[in-house]
C-alpha cells in the first residue's frame, strides 16, 4: 500500500437523502460487482483458475491498493490500522458506530477467486448502491479488509480478535510463521501497517457476505443461508514419541513406530466422529527430521481438531481429549487453541426477516445455517451489537472449488444491501459502546 493510503484521507461525499421507504426498491449493479470480482482475481491469478495472495505479500498490496482506489472513487474515506486492516467509511458523523461489513483479501497457497474477497467487494458494492441512489444514511457504513484471515503466513488466523483485545497490536507480534515460507519478505509486511494504533471502537452492527464452502445450501437447492451461529472449535497439537529404527532389520514386533500411532489415531477418530455428529480432522503431520523410506520414525507430531455446534458435545470432546496411546508409542496433547461457539445478536438475525429484509428474501430460496468454518464474523460477535453473513451457494470447479454464478453474487449482495441498509438507517438504540 502506498504512503498515501496508510493515513486517513477523506473524499467528498455523494448523495442527498432519499425518502424513507423508497430503500426497499434498491438493488446492487451485478455486472459492476461481478467486474470487480474478475479484476480482483487477476492479482495473484493461478494456472488452475485460483488466487494465490498470501497475507502481507506484495500481491496482497496489489490487491488492498486496488480496493482503496475503489472506495476513494466511492467517496469513502481510508483508515488503516498498525494491524494493516483497511476500513473504508461512507458517512459524514464521525461519531456515529458504523455499520461494518468485510472480510479478508488474503488467500490460501491455493485460494479460491471468491473466498473473502467477495464480502469486501460486496460491501464496496453497497456503498456504490448508496451513492447511485442518493441515500444519506444515520450510521456511516463501512467496507472493511481483515488482515490474515487464512493464517497461511502467520500462525495467528483471527486477527480481527484485535477488536476484541485478544490480539497484540503491532504486526511484528506475527513473527511465529507457518513452516514452508520465505521469511525474506517478512519485512515489508510493514509497508501495508498503518500509522494508528488496532483499537477497540464502536460498531453498530456488523455483517459478513460469504460464498459456503460446503454443499449444504447447493445440496438443498437454496440460494442464501442466513447463518445463526459459528460452530464452536478446538484444536490440539499431539506428539508421539517412539524409538527411531532400521525398516530392514527391526521386527515388526519390536517397533515402536510414531508414524503407525499417528496412523491408528487418524482411524479411529476418522470412525468416531460421524456417530458423534461431529467434524474432527487430522492436519500439519511432521514424522521426524529422518524423513528416509527405510527409516522407522521415532516421532510423530500432528494436529487434531474438533468442532460441533452444541457447546456441551464440545465440552465433553474436549474433556475426552486424552488419547489411548497405541501400544508401544508414548505421547502428550495439548490444547493449542479454542473457539467458542459464537450465536448471531438476536436483532442482527431478526433483520432478516423484518419486512425491509424480506422484500429481498421472500423471492431467493433460503435457510438457516451454521457456520462450519471461523469468519471474521465470529470474532466480531464479541464487539458488536451482533453478527450474521450470507452464504450464497457454490459450485464445485477447479481450484479449492470455491466458485459462484453472477446470478448468485448478486443475490447475497442484495440481500446484504438491505439488512445493511435497514441497520444503517435506524437511530441510536442498536448501538454498542466502544471499548
Known sequence: MNERSRHEHAAPHAG?????????????????????????????????????????????????????????????????????????????????????????ADTQPTGGRYDGIYGVLGGLEVIRTLNDAGVRTEHPVEAVIWTNEEGSRFARDDLVGRLCGRVPARIRALAHR???????????????????????????????????????????????????????????????????????????????????????????????????????????????????????????????????????????????????????????????DRADLRLCAGAVRASMHRPVGAAVMLDLPHDDIVSGAGHDACYLACRAHGHDFRAVRRRVESQRGRAITPEWAEAGANVLLQVMLESALMGGRESMGGG
Open 16 to 104: 442527498a437523502e432519499a425518502p424513507g421507504r423508497e430503500h426497499t426498491a434498491l438493488r446492487v449493479n451485478g455486472a459492476r460487482l461481478w467486474d470487480s470480482l474478475e479484476r480482483m482475481a487477476r492479482i495473484g491469478a493461478t494456472q488452475k483458475g485460483g488466487v494465490c495472495r498470501l497475507a502481507l505479500t506484495e500481491l496482497d498490496r496489489e490487491g488492498r491498493d486496488l480496493f482503496v482506489q475503489w472506495a476513494r472513487e466511492a467517496g469513502c474515506t481510508i483508515r488503516v490500522d498498525q494491524m494493516g486492516n483497511v476500513f473504508a467509511r461512507r458517512g459524514r458523523n464521525p461519531d456515529a458506530a458504523p455499520v461494518l461489513t468485510g472480510s479478508h
Open 178 to 336: 507457518r513452516h514452508g515460507y520465505d521469511d525474506r519478505r517478512g519485512a515489508r509486511a510493514d509497508r501495508l501497517r498503518g500509522r494508528r494504533a488496532g483499537r477497540r471502537h464502536a460498531v453498530h452492527a456488523a455483517y459478513e457476505l460469504h460464498i459456503e464452502q460446503g454443499a449444504i445450501l447447493e445440496r438443498s437447492g437454496k440460494t442464501i443461508g442466513v447463518v445463526t451461529a459459528g460452530q464452536g472449535q478446538r484444536w490440539y497439537e499431539i506428539e508421539l514419541v517412539g524409538v527411531d529404527a532400521h525398516a530392514g532389520t527391526t521386527p515388526m514386533d519390536l517397533r515402536r513406530d510414531a508414524l503407525a500411532g499417528g496412523a491408528h489415531d487418524y482411524v479411529r477418530r476418522g470412525a468416531g466422529a460421524p456417530i458423534r455428529a461431529a467434524w474432527a480432522r487430522h492436519g500439519r503431520h511432521d514424522r521426524g527430521e529422518a524423513q528416509l523410506a527405510q527409516h522407522v520414525p521415532g516421532r510423530c507430531f500432528f494436529t487434531v481438531e474438533f468442532r460441533h455446534p452444541d457447546a456441551g458435545v464440545l465440552a465433553e470432546l474436549d474433556r475426552n481429549c486424552a488419547l489411548s496411546w497405541p501400544r508401544g508409542a508414548g505421547g502428550a496433547a495439548r490444547a493449542h
